[in-house]
């Protein structure tokens, strides 16, 4: 499916690939062995041919005591991990099938909570999905999933708004320690130099890295000042990727967007007007990313605006799926910066390490509005004319 559009597909019955084997399953990618108490220990990297997960660990959920002594629902306590809860007590297990992916769910009892965990392995995504569906009941808890992965790093790369950041995996110094909650966004990586591992999540922003452990924070119940805070049903997914190289060179980034923004299928009976195939702009380099399209703010165009990703430079070719008239350089706040070449209806541009470029494009069909001022800056001041 390409870049910002649509392909029409035609459904196929086919042979679900994801093999059920002896406590677990597998797919092309990874195989999957589950304990007694249906936690996870073994994630097998088949391309890579080496384990995921530490050797003797297992990915499980684990509960710790939540209290506070000032602001009870911003923060979490540096000492938490001294009193932690086993979330083991199982009431149901299922296997399930569904379109091209097997699924194992699991439905656990903590606390006066109901868990339930679905793990996911599909024919054609090289990664381990998560789906949780939790009825929360439970007070002053943390709850957590944990990752212990295999690879060795003294740092994570930690995706945030148009780029990431390193963090450490360790406590080594007061600064170092101070971090043991740490905000993500789309993905959590921690990277040898020749293979890593990447968390991703679509909803769940705080993790915790000690000793080369991802934890994920899934919910808490402070009741300072809403009593019934995170009381309720929750749906949240999440995914363990493993890959090549550094977070960069394994597309962690492109792999984390894939599983936020996945494809919708919409059923189309027959007939209509629109291309079978549309794309209404794409990057030729990979590390740029088109985040955002959108009318201007002056009703001037169209707004594209994109970023590279993985700290590096380059350049990028945009293809727009409309005929463009002109583009130009925008700031930020939409001020006209200076005109680019739009040659069949693409736009050829330069990019630095993490750096934001907006566009401001008018297409054929669509009002431009009136024909582009000049501007000029004097003093800190913006001209028109």
């Known amino acids: ?82 009193k932690r809860y086993s979330v083991d007590e199982v009431t149901g297990t299922v296997w399930l099938e569904e379109g091209d992916r097997t699924g194992f769910r699991v439905t656990r009892l903590f606390s006066g909570s109901v868990i339930t965990d679905t793990v996911w392995l599909c024919d054609n995504e090289p990664r381990v999905d998560f789906e ?12 957590k999933r944990e990752f212990p992965v295999a690879a060795v790093a003294s740092s994570a790369t930690c995706e945030i708004q148009f780029g990431c950041v390193e963090r450490p995996t360790h406590a080594n110094t ?69 890959h090549a190289g550094n977070a960069a060179a394994g597309g962690v980034s492109r792999a984390a967007y894939a599983f936020n923004d996945p494809p919708r299928a919409v059923l189309c009976p027959g007939g209509g007007d629109l291309a079978d195939v549309f794309s209404l702009v794409s990057s030729s380099d990979g590390r740029f990313f088109t985040d955002t399209v959108k009318p201007a703010e002056d009703g001037r165009g169209v707004i594209v605006r994109g970023y590279e990703a993985d700290r590096s430079s380059g350049k990028t070719t945009l293809k727009f799926g409309a005929k463009v008239l002109r583009a130009e350089i925008n700031d930020l706040e939409e001020n006209f910066v200076s005109p680019i070449e739009a040659k069949n209806d693409s736009v050829t541009l330069p990019f630095k390490p993490f750096e934001i470029v907006t566009l401001r494009v008018f297409f054929e069909g669509l009002d431009p509005g009136s024909a582009p001022e000049k501007r000029s800056r004097e003093n800190g001041k913006e001209k028109s004319s």
């Open 1 to 82: 499916i390409p870049a910002k559009g649509w392909r029409v597909v035609t459904p196929e019955d086919r042979k679900i690939k994801v093999k059920k084997i002896a406590r677990g399953m597998e797919n092309e990618w990874y195989r999957l062995k589950f304990d007694k108490n249906c936690n996870i220990v073994s994630v097998w990297d088949k391309k890579a041919s080496r384990e995921i997960l530490k050797s003797g660990e297992a990915v499980r959920f684990s509960a710790y005591e939540d209290l506070n002594a000032h602001y009870d629902a911003w923060e979490i306590s540096r000492s938490y991990r001294e």
């Open 132 to 143: 949780d569906e939790v009825d929360w009941k439970t007070r002053h808890v943390l709850l």
């Open 174 to 242: 007061s600064w170092d320690a101070a971090k043991y909650e740490v905000c993500a966004h789309k993905y959590v990586d921690i990277s040898e130099s020749d293979w890593g591992v990447a968390i991703m999540n679509d909803s769940k922003f705080g993790h915790s890295l000690y000793d080369n452990v991802i934890g994920l924070s899934l919910l808490r119940g402070p009741t300072d000042p809403d009593k019934n805070c995170d009381i309720g049903v929750h749906s949240f997914r999440y995914a363990l990727y493993s």
